[in-house]
């Protein structure tokens, strides 16, 4: 099987090669630690059976549909549903089209999180390509129905200790609530992402904004009775054992504005007559308003910032988001996250997590900020960059100024449950890779590669997301 | 011959390096694809001897002068023509002077390429330097006198397949139309590009557009005029092999403006009352026209973004343009690129391939647009970045997001006709060497290195400029 | 001692690694030249003893300090004196602190530094650890009262040759005044770093015009008067060594202003109505000032651009400056050097010298100006890119297009004597594998590499610096 080599992305060379084949054993098999996610509650609290092959791998897979649409293929031919509702192809010839140009995948971690889920999931040994596609679809298809392919079985057979879900400040969390009763919370636990209601780009942010008031009974029509709203939508998220908050935002920005100023701002966002200067304005000092809050809960703050969403309108009107035309743009971080740090950068209780599209901010930026703010940790790399040459761009960037103990171990950030081992796995390969190239240059003792090794696979996300 | 090792670029250890050299015999010989280009079209037409060694390789590389002038020499003393007639250093002059500062061209790509070339061309072992400067200059001198070293028996012996030169939109394309006679168009052909039409801040601007309304007999007056005088001119030069139009902007700016914007936009062209920011909408609007040009004629967009041009005023005056004082600056492609993808990124018929000197873009902002736009492809590295690192650093960044079958392939973009082998055996080097080393880490197998080779070394740019 | 290995830093494979080791003896005791740092020099004037342990390895030291606190540790803990003059931790307790702490700063350069200190300085084999952290301290408490440690004496095994340090304009050079009649001068030297002056957003501005008008006795009031004072005191700093003038920006602007705005706007300045935008176009201004002034007296000008200084207010009010909450920013040579390159860009007299903390710069902007402009050379990886992976991304980014010849060598900027040889250690160490990686890969031959390692670790400093 020269496709899933038992030694794929260790150094080519040695001694580094073999100091990475021996760290590697000790950390492949810890559990995983998965705090930051979108998998769907629902598949935890109904344990159901997952549909056929295409829906489980093609269409869900923004990296995927995106990279076969840059080379002409149409959404349509690959099962994406559209809004319009005109039919679009089913399971098995999307799948065809798919296995027909897998080799555009060459190199890329799509193909590394593929191989190893089919491998990993149902015991595939075959690469995918046009001759092996019907039987591929057939080997899952039919696993699919057995026990062993169920979520929870899924979770237990990738020894996931816990994993978060992630939901919008609104959602009811019914899910969560079912698995409250069944008494699977904290292994699985939700995240609080109130993009939903601090973002006034959103259309619905007036509507939003009222039905936040009503769900947790404060007047939010005051600044203050808003943050209120959020300090008891905190709580009740931390009943399903959310340990953290998400926050989504296209800029790093952030503010520390007056009171009347806040009153003021909250009063154009409610009466709908805002506009894109305001609504970066309102982010950026619902982000100081969140971290103080964290400040009070302990809540551990992430930042996901930098992305462009929806760039192509075509898409969006045809189809929706999350589909592949979200760009990074580049990001600010030191003006960006004065004002928030100025405020309670110092506070022992804060904690903010931050992941990255533009690189460049690693060692001018984030390396340097982590490596003095007792609040902040650089997240690991991130969507496009979580990949072997990302990765190692990030531990190259970060790790001689913040170390390795202000980085937040690492995350999948996935939608695909079936990729999770393959990237963590992608990931304990490269440090394990990253530590062996230093032992190999005599910059760091084995036995300190072997403490990082373990800590960056395991420890260092538990004590980031301050998971008990 | 140390300085010109046969296994120059490969990877230092194995395996890397076995597989590296495996790799490499397959794609030495591959003919070579030029699709764009600097190179005198009168070389092909007129089929003459070149002049003296100096004016071969040192007065005409603005690579190799600007390192020259940065130690301190001057222009006077290395031969470049003044603009006020002064006398410059004699040839063999200059190039004592040359090869007596030959040292400080160690780890350069331009010594790469005088080394190669000189060995190539002239079957010169020695190194360049003050002892044997003067024999090699014989040699050379000596063998231009020769049927082997006229312009078509050096493409023949460089097995060039096809070579684009670069013509502005007011060339009366007289070489090629002498080339057409000689029915060597087809292996010979032009590009369209149109700057001295589009770019406002060029003084001759509202005389070059009279001149395009007369030769295109299209009254350019009216926006819709215009774009009927480009589209009649792209007509012409396809008459003489174009299969691509080309455009050296300032930054990635496009804009999308409406009819009556447009029409007031060239009225204050046509005035000449506009400013810098009129300039800089109206490149970027004309950036969109060309490419619903394209989506119509299928002409290859390729832009050239981000160069600050002539940013030595002493120079400028002195000598003229295209001498070394061009440096690269911060380019944006997402936002740049909105108004011209989101009008039509989706048109099949479209191909936009772009040149970057900002390598920040190329995992954050390029890797991820040519990795979802069908109609979006980055171009090889550029002018600075067209050097072993630089192509290392790219295909580093781009490859896990864009895949290996988003990138257009090689093109040597140089003025230097003997350096052009030179150039594409570096690129193919690095990417044995590159190949080589993901086949070390069992990233990639053996297999699909070798298609992966070829593609890069010769299919890919066939296909991305849609030579038939 | 597995923690200082003697083939530390050098290529983990052969034979780049082979090479290394050839050429590291060459350069590994070639003399000390320390162009550019901030020693004290009452250290020189006095040779006394220094303090304890903590005093030295750990409260000056901002890359520790930040380290620690990036990690929750308490700057009071860690003995770092208050403004409110509140007691502190003492010596060894901050010390035991730091020991405690030490596994913190795996892979970082600050460990490199202490180990190679400790080890340099006192003999010690052991590495700082709780268990070892009492008898490191009482190794070192012993040593600092016998002459060995004395300021002299280091410098003397050190090899130093040549240190420089910085002083403020208005500095009255009294320990170099002494030193002249020591006779040390020569080999120290200081700096002339007018900052105290040509920053208008000093509190003290005014004040400090003033009196910088009645040490040069020159009326600072017209501008011509202001650029006498300059004059003046440089002439004053050659007096005691100085070679060179060190310019810390936050930005790379300069600017070329007539007569009339340059009055106006030191009338501004002196009558204490400028606001930020004055303040940058001041500093702008002065850096031009300051190159005309170099091509008249020769001196070298540094620039030191793009840190964001003293981003927490908290530590700024609680202990002051230069405790590790500087944070670099984006920087621009490309537009910001233009006035001052396009006034005397090319007057064979002006060596400019830029220092780097935006990476992003060093393959877009900084080589390509280097490679170009006679006045224009590269100076070492800077701050938190004095490192052995900075040093990797600086040297791949710059030599392509700057080539070997237009880096200013290495200097270590440092605060920390004892940190000296182990700084210059690590760029000699980076610079053999750098060349043992290329050798290696046979992209320049030994003889060369040779060369190259000798220049980049001792002459190139003396060469760039116009050290006699």
């Known amino acids: 099987m020269t496709h899933l080599h038992p030694d794929r992305l260790f150094p080519a060379s040695e001694p580094a090669k073999a100091i990475a084949r021996e760290l590697y054993p000790e950390v492949r098999d810890l559990p995983l630690i998965c705090p930051h996610g979108h998998t769907d509650p629902s598949w935890f609290a109904d344990n159901g059976r997952f549909s056929d092959p295409a829906a489980l791998f093609l269409t869900p897979d923004h990296y995927v549909l995106r990279m076969l649409r840059s080379r002409g293929l149409s959404y349509d031919d690959l099962g994406v549903p559209r809004k319009d509702g005109k039919p679009v192809a089913k399971g098995r010839d999307a799948w065809r089209l798919f296995a027909a140009n897998y080799y555009l995948f060459a190199g890329t971690p799509s193909k590394t999180w593929v191989d190893h889920s089919l491998n990993w999931a149902f015991g595939i040994e075959e690469e995918l390509s046009p001759e092996t596609a019907d039987a591929i679809y057939d080997t899952i298809d039919a696993a699919l129905a057995t026990p062993e392919l ?239 040459q990302g990765i190692r761009r990030y531990l190259d960037q970060v790790v001689e100024t913040a170390g390795f103990y202000n980085l937040a171990g690492f995350n999948d950030d996935t939608r695909a449950l079936l990729s999770i081992p393959a990237r963590h796995d992608v990931w304990r390969r490269e440090v394990c890779g990253f530590l062996g190239r230093w032992v190999g240059e005599n910059r760091i003792t084995k036995s300190t590669a072997r403490d990082v090794a373990r800590h960056l696979s395991y420890q260092a996300a538990k004590d980031a997301y301050r998971i008990k």
């Not at 009763?181 to 292994?187: K, L, V």
Request: glycine share 8%.
């Open 150 to 388: 169920l979520p929870h079985a899924l979770l237990d057979r990738a020894r996931v200790e816990v994993i978060a879900t992630t939901e919008f400040a609104l959602d009811p969390l019914v899910h969560h609530q079912k698995m409250e009763q069944d008494g699977t919370i904290g292994r699985i636990r939700t995240t609080y992402r109130p993009d939903d209601v601090t973002d006034p780009s959103r259309a619905a942010i007036v509507e939003n904004l009222q039905k936040f008031g009503e769900i947790t009974g404060e007047n939010i029509t005051t600044w203050s009775g808003l943050i209120n709203a959020h300090r008891n939508r905190r709580e009740f998220f931390r009943r399903f054992g959310a340990v953290a908050t998400d926050h989504g935002v296209p800029t790093a920005n952030t503010a520390d504005l007056s009171a009347p100023e806040k009153q003021a701002l909250l009063d154009k966002v409610l009466s709908g007559r805002h506009d894109a200067d305001d609504a970066e304005l309102f982010r950026a000092q619902m982000m100081t308003e969140m971290a103080l809050l964290s400040v009070e809960d302990g809540m551990v703050m992430q930042m996901h910032a930098g992305s462009r969403r929806n760039t192509d309108p075509l898409l969006m009107a045809e189809r929706g988001t999350d589909l592949g035309a979200d760009i990074p743009g580049t990001t600010d971080y030191v003006n960006g996250l004065k004002a928030l740090l100025s405020r309670c950068g110092n506070e022992p209780n804060l904690r903010l997590i931050t992941f990255v599209l533009d690189e460049t901010t690693y060692a001018r930026e984030l390396a340097p900020m982590a490596g003095y703010w007792p609040s902040l940790m650089i997240g690991p790399p991130w969507w496009f960059h979580d990949s072997p």
